[in-house]
């Protein structure tokens, strides 16, 4: 399945997607020859947290490749102008799917940054530039990590949900071995009074 990243002008596109057993899921986007990007994933949910992927440019030329991984940052210069198609594959598990969380930056991060500030200038705009472009900086910095900090109480969560899981389902087989165990030392100690019972009986008929 192909999913297009339509971004205009934007420098930043944040998803998270399912990923189903034995399924390749790819996203393309138009990268300038010469423009920067990087390539963010994590497994966040689902079996053993990885996945495999694939980064190729214009002309299926392999710019990134891994296998059996949950995280990375993949940063690259785009050495040819055109479509680049980042797959990922779950085909190697029949069982689990995957959360995957994607961030694709292309270009400059920010904005502002383009624009040469004159920082030594006293004169009350570039003051009130230079003062946009921090907080412009800093409330990005503060999204990067609520979305990095959301995907790791989502990794959490899902962890203790799963040990949940499997702690009450060995408690419910340990409780069904332990009556188990029980009936069985009934029955054997029924067995012992009633071979002592069958023994007098023989007695006293004889």
Known sequence: MYLFLLLGIASSTELTFELEQRSIQCFMEDIPKGEQ????????TGGKLDIDIELKDSEDNIVYEKRRTSYDQAPFT?????????CFSNKFSS????VVFLDWLVGDIDELERHDL??????????????????????RKVRDYQTHHR????????????????IHFWGFLQSIIMVLVSLSHVVILRSFFQDRADQKHRLART
């Open 37 to 44: 990007s990087i390539l963010e994933f994590q497994v966040v």
């Open 78 to 86: 785009a050495k040819i102008g055109g479509i680049y198609k980042a």
């Open 95 to 98: 069982i689990s799917h995957k």
């Open 118 to 139: 004159p920082i030594n200038e006293e004169g009350p705009l570039s003051k009130a530039d230079i003062s946009a472009e921090n907080v412009h900086s800093n409330m």
């Open 151 to 166: 995907l790791r109480e989502a990794s959490g969560r899902s962890f203790a949900e799963q040990l949940y899981t499997k």
